[in-house]
Structures are given as structure tokens and as C-alpha cells.
DNA sequence: CTGAAAGCGCTTACAG
DNA sequence: CTGAAAGCGCTTACAG
């Protein structure tokens, strides 16, 4: 049972291992007894080929390198869903790179993939830098390496493949919401942090507020949750607020658990509204209303696209924008 | 740019490719001044040895398989991060592959990894089935390739390495919580779905509501929340209940949902706790009581256990058993 | 301390 | 349709 090599294979078939190759390979151009002979004998020895050997020898790996910051970001792990799933139908690998440590710089990981020979790279980071964003442009050009940013924007710029939505319009059109439902002091919560990602967010909901003359008000919070606790609190102690937009689920729900500690009824005083449509939207009460991000398809499609490009094949759209949705439930009029 | 060879290094720093290569792997064995001219060669040209001849050559692959069921689950991806951290502390890549799908049987997917040459296995399948652990056993044997599972539990059986906590003893201190605040009617809210996991959970709870000479009660939910709401309605409409444990948190948090529809008051009439102290639980209101378990530790301790074992390192503890907590917060007394 | 050479297990023109 | 042979880019005894 321990490995047999293709060696082995051909001596028990009685042929080559140019056929024993081929057959696997290029099934059509062997004779078909000889195939069915080969792969019977492949069936029997439980043969497959070395990795190493065949990456080595043809040059390709069949392997994607998936680059993510923070995996316990909900939105990064249901996203490895839809990668996953289709990188397997299309029988791809996957080796994961974790970035986040500040010790190994972005560059030695993306040299030690460059190392690794994969034949494509998908990068999720929606914190990218324009240092990044010009290393992976580099990376991808001398290499002939195909990349594809997924859920991660970079804007006004389309030398890199990317699928994504439109965050920007997805803002306009919540805040429209909480607009339209007469509200008249809508802030937006959005993160100390830089995300690309919120920039657009934001846009929208300034487009959406200035379209309204209303006046915009951005308040920016950590994401962690005590924090968030104290700085709500303090915040909107001495502010009118009825309606607010937050850039995460989280940060959403977070934000009503002060409101109710201060006896504020929502939706009536105020509107609340989420991104991202994640379970907890519909655990929290009252429930979120919220922007639905097509998560797992962002990632599915991302790596559809990453495997269109390693293919050579012709791709039309290379931004791609999925479609999303607006949910409406309890903490909205 | 376009990936240099070890020739070419060779070549530049005017020694042989044995050279070089020592220079990389065994620096001792190079006198320093040769050495120190290959590294400077190495640095000017870029250079990074081809994984897949380096594998090749040398039998081994510095990466490990990680094999995960659906990413998307919360304790699976936090686990991620504690993995990704360690492996990249000892240098070792990861390989994902997420199960999930029916049309490709494990099976298939572990002779994948077994031709990907990996070095070592990691596994987190809390549905293990006896049919999986048993072919699990046949690789490691057959392969002479080390695997550890995390937070996997196959009960009454050491023959592979494992890392989790003490499951039954945690579902037994959270239950004796809940009897020493002199509640009557206890129940358990597990899945129907089997994970060993939330047996053991069951067998700590069971053990307890004996001792005190209560009266067990065990409810099987399905993890999707829509469902859960109204299987909670209905089932509790006629039963008397004050105290409830369940085996995820968000199970809980649902469940409080539906007590708070009904107008019961946590925790004064039922007490409720949850098991994972997940972020929801600080976001939940009120606040959940709930077993804490270490789940990054769990990830990264399963990974430097992994190390250990293929460096052949001796290892004393094989089945080794993270602390675990209790977090009291609003839905205890 | 260093080099020449074999070998890892495949793929792929090139002949036939 | 099939086989012999070179080559992919490394590592590692074996000499020296």
C-alpha cells in the first residue's frame, strides 16, 4: 500500500510510462485497451501521482494560493466556502496564507508563493495599501501569475481581475431607505480603521445625505465590542440620532444593545441598519435590517475568474460586480 | 525578475550547486565566507528554491493538510488562525481542503493529500464517523504520516493524537451551575445532527441532573435558526422548563429569542447558558452565561503538536486536554 | 569545506 | 498509438 510510482505502474501494465502518463493525462490518445488496462492497474495499486513530480516536470501545480488576512472574519471563512467548492470542481489546490503578523512582511509571503508555484493567486484583503496593491501588480506581471482580488477593492484601478459589489451603491441605497422613511439625523458607523471596503460605504451614504441636504455624520468606532459599548454611549449622549447605518452586523447590533440600555425604541426613534447579512442579523431583536453581501458567491466567483484566466481563457468582464440585495426587517419603519 | 534556478546562483557566486544548496539548508557546513557570498547572490537575484524540487528531492514538503468540514462555521475558522500562526512560526505551509460535498468522498480527498506529499495531517471533523477514523488510522499507518486531530474526539481511542477539552466535564460543571441555582427543570437543546463533540456535552449534563436526582431532558434541534424559533414554541409550550443549556451559543440565543416572545424573564424564571463564548455572547442581551473554550489555543496547539510529531520530537502526552472556563454574565443568577 | 553525479517521479517533444 | 530519452530544479551520499 505504501506509494507505488508510476514505475510501478507501467511494469504491471506491460507498457511505458510515456502511456501509463498519457492515459492519465490524455486519456484520447491511447488505445482504449491499453487505457482501460492502465487505469485498471492504477485502480489496483491505488497509484497517484507524486505532486512534486508532475508540478515539477510540467510546471504547473494545480494549486491556488488563497491569501486572506484574519480567517475569523465571518466574511473571509464564508467566502473559503464558495473558493473551496469550486476550486474542487475544477480540481484545483488550495494553499492557504494567513496574513496578519506584522513580523513576516507581505512581500516574504508572497515570494515564498512565487516559491510555491502555484498557477494563480486569489487575494482577500480588504485593508490593501497602495504598496500592496503595486506588489501584486509587480508580482503579476513578472511572473505571468494570474490574480484575482476578491471582496477587495482598489479603486479607480483595473489592472488586477477583481469581483466584488458595488459597497458604494449598497450605502446609497440603505441610506435611502432611512431617508425615505423621514429620517432626518442618519449617522454612519464606520470603523477607526481603514478599510477600502467602508471608504465606498461611506460614499454612498454622502451622496445619499448630501442628495437630501441632509447633514452627513460619520462616526468612526473600533470594532471591538466593549469599546464600542463606552464610545456609543458617550457619543450620542449629547446628539440627536434617528437613524443609523453601520458598516458591520456587528457593530449594528452592538449599537442597539446601548440604545435599549438608554430606553430608545427601535425602529420608532430610531432606524438601524447593517451590512452584511449575517446570522446574527436575524438572532438579534428586534432583527436587522441590513445590506445582503452575496458572500459565498464572491468567493465562488472569484476563484470561477481565477480559473478562466489560468486557463487562458477570454474573459470579457474583468471587475466584476455582483448583484445585492437590501433586507428589510425590524429595525426599520 | 523571471524566477532564477539554482544554477544561475551557482553560477553568480562561482561554487557548485551543492554549495548553494548547503548554504541554504545546512549553513554550518559552508565556510563562512563562501556561505555569505551565496546568501548575497541569493538576496540580488531574488531567489527562492522551487518548492516542487525541493520536495522532490528531498522527500519532504514542509506543508501540512488541514481538513476542515464547512470553513464558515465560527470555532472552525478561529481555529484557522491558531493553526496559521504556528505553521508559520515552524515554516510549514498549509494545504486546505474543506469536506462538505457528497460527490467527493473523503477517501478521495485523503489519497489527494496523500499524493501531495504533505508531511503531516491535521483534522477538525467533530462528525467523524467510526468508518473515517478507521481509514484515518489506515493512512497514518500505511503512510507512516503523522495526524492530529483537533478538537475531533473519537471516544476510547488514542491510536491518533488529539488536542480539545474536556467536553463532558464542562457540559457537567455548566449543568451544576444551573442545579446550584436551584433549578428543577433542566434541559439540554442539542442538534440532531450527531457530533461526538455535543455527546460528550450531553454525557456531562446527564451525569450531573443524576447526581441531583433530576429528571434528564434532552431536546434535538437543528442548528438552522427559522426552525429552531418554532420547534422552541412548540416545544416548550407545554413543558415546564427553568433552565437551559445549549451546545452552541447561537443555539441559546435563539432560544432567548423565543422566551422573550413569550414574555419569561432570563434569568429569573430560566437560566440559560451556551457553549463556545463566542462574540454573540457578549452581544446578546442579556449577556449569555456560556462554557469558554480556547479555540484558537486548540488550533495552535493541535498545530505545534503536528511539528512535533514530524520532526519525530518525543512526544509524552498524546491525547492532551485544553482548560476550559466558565464565563458567568446576565442569564445566570 | 567543496564538487561531480545520481536520483527524486513525473511530462513531453521526438521518433517510429 | 507507443516507447526511449531528456529534462524539470533540487538534495544528498560519496569522494576528495
Known sequence: MS?????????????SLATVSRAINN?????????????RVIQELGYKPNAFAKGLASRKSTTVAVVVP????????EMMNGIADIARVYKYSILLYVLESEDTPEEDILKEIIAAQVDGILYLNDEITEKQYEFLKQIKDSYQIPIVLTNTIYPESDDIPSVSIDYKQAGYEITKKLIDEGRKNIYMVSTVRKYMVNDLKEAGYLQAIEEAKLEPKIMRTSGRISINTEHFNEYFKGHRVDGVIAVRDSIAISFMNVARDNEVKIPDEIGVCGFQNTKYAMLARPQLSCVDVPIYDLGAVGMRLLTKLMNNEEVVEKVVKLPHSIVLRKTTL
Open 3 to 15: 506509494k507505488a510510482t508510476i514505475y510501478d505502474v507501467a511494469g504491471a501494465a506491460r507498457v
Open 27 to 39: 486519456p484520447e490518445k491511447v488505445k482504449p485497451e491499453t487505457r482501460e488496462r492502465v487505469l
Open 70 to 77: 484574519d480567517m475569523s472574519r465571518a466574511s473571509i471563512a
